[in-house]
């Protein structure tokens, strides 16, 4: 007998998304032996020790990660189905197939050293590897989600305890000699932390407050956003988590209620921007501090050696490594060129307007895939990974995509992974003579 009640929606789905008759079962190892496993190998994928070289061991194991889980990239693309695929195996093909060659001809690089300017990009792969190892390690959705709720929570409190117990003394102003604690002119001494899993943990207790709201949780985003004001520092980011947590709560208010807090924030944030702007533009600018002047020299730089020719526009010029018999503080004659300062106009220098369009192609299209694995599976941690592809694209143009692109990776196949085994999305490996999505046995489908 049906039941009259208002229709819900149709929610149509791509093919990749078809949902499945039987749900992904077990575990691969004991709950805890899975969760030691995930806590471990989520912050290499995240590339949460890939610049702090202060950290000997685990950096080395970062840099070298993508080599070690290449065997279960490949096995990803070659057996898996995952959505967006394509579109990255074509930005592969161009990164790793024709850049490298570009450098050669415009930089001067040598053969070796044109290969290994792609090692930058080879955590975009992380896509691929963290799918293979999540499909082997066959985690429940509950334990995925309080490994990220883990690490995340975490990130907060160990920054917490670092600035409270270490010295002064283990401050240093030089990056080459440290990157996570640091003492700068502009902002005195901070900690530089691994952001990534604090930061989807701030957009996971926004999304979190607006389904379930507890006052508690208001005062942990409160806190959270205290303690990277007073000891992250980084202002960009802190301004793009904050953008982040205001859209997450925005776009879940009720339409009359959205659009008039919307309203109130496009009339007021221009305007507060613009007040400080004129009150104080000198002190504005001082604030900024050398970072605005050397992204300022890089960029004069950089554009004046692409110059007038459409080649390089198209194309890029591509880079060089700090190690080679080249670099680009030798072609520049200036110690103060960094691309990763110069956000898309970096891109555009190293891989051409055809590869900048390529990479955004790429980032909107997981953004978009992830917001509508969330909206099936309407979880808070499903949103928040969808909140962080947005994160990173508002801060691209100050921090390069190409600086940590292993994040976006991760965050894809956590989304996509974390939808599946919901029961909502299909096996990873949907044609019927290919694996299944459980590691445990074979499946026929009837």
């Not at 924030?265 to 604030?287: N, W």
Request: proline letters at 5%; glycine letters at 8%.
């Amino acid at each position: 007998m049906r039941v009259a009640g208002r229709r819900k929606a149709a929610v149509t789905l791509p093919r990749a998304f078809t949902p499945v008759v039987e749900p992904q079962t077990g575990e691969r190892f004991s709950g805890a032996m899975t969760m030691a496993l995930l806590l471990g190998c989520l912050p290499l994928f995240a590339q949460s020790f890939y610049y702090l070289h202060e950290f000997t061991l685990p950096y080395l194991l970062s840099k070298g990660w993508p080599v070690l889980t290449l065997p279960a990239s490949l096995y990803a693309a070659l057996r898996l189905q995952l959505p967006a695929r394509r579109l990255y195996l074509i930005y592969f093909a161009y990164a790793l197939g024709l850049t490298p060659f570009i450098s050669i001809l415009q930089l001067g690089n040598g053969l070796v050293d044109a290969i290994i300017t792609t090692v930058k990009i080879w955590p975009l792969t992380y896509y691929f590897g963290l799918s293979a190892v999540l499909f082997w390690l066959s985690p429940t959705f509950l334990r995925t989600k309080t490994a990220l709720v883990v690490l995340g929570a975490g990130t907060f409190i160990l920054m917490l305890a670092l600035w409270i117990l270490m010295p002064s003394s283990s401050y240093v102003n030089d990056p080459q000699l440290g990157k996570l604690f640091m003492i700068e002119e502009e902002r005195g001494y901070r900690i530089y932390m691994p952001m990534f899993f604090g930061a989807l943990y701030l957009f996971y207790l926004t999304r979190s407050f607006i389904q379930r709201p507890n006052v508690l949780v208001p005062l942990a985003i409160l806190l959270g956003f205290v303690l990277l004001l007073t000891i992250y520092k980084q202002r960009a980011a802190i301004a793009a988590m904050f953008l982040v947590c205001g859209y997450g709560f925005l776009i879940s208010l009720a339409p009359r209620l959205r659009l008039l807090a919307g309203g109130l924030a496009v009339a007021t944030v221009p305007l507060a921007l613009a007040y400080f702007m004129l009150r104080d533009i000198e002190g504005l600018t001082d604030s900024l501090g050398g970072s605005l002047t050397v992204r300022q020299t890089s960029f004069a730089l950089g554009s004046a050696f692409l110059g007038e020719d459409p080649w390089r526009w198209l194309f890029g010029v591509g880079a060089t490594t700090r190690f080679g018999s080249i670099t680009l503080a030798d072609i520049f004659q200036n110690s103060n060129f960094y691309v990763a300062d110069l956000g898309w106009f970096g891109v555009v220098f190293e891989y051409g307007i055809v590869g900048a369009v390529l990479l955004a192609g790429l980032y909107v299209l997981s953004y978009f895939v992830l917001l509508r694995a969330a909206r099936v599976g309407d979880d808070p941690m499903q949103l928040a990974l969808s909140d962080y592809v947005l994160y990173m694209l508002i801060t691209s143009p100050v921090y390069s995509l190409v600086f940590t692109p292993g994040e976006l990776g991760v965050v894809l196949a956590l989304g996509v992974y974390m939808s599946r085994v919901h029961g909502r999305l299909p096996s990873t490996a949907a044609p019927a003579h290919r694996i299944s999505f459980s590691t445990h046995r074979h499946r026929t489908r009837t």
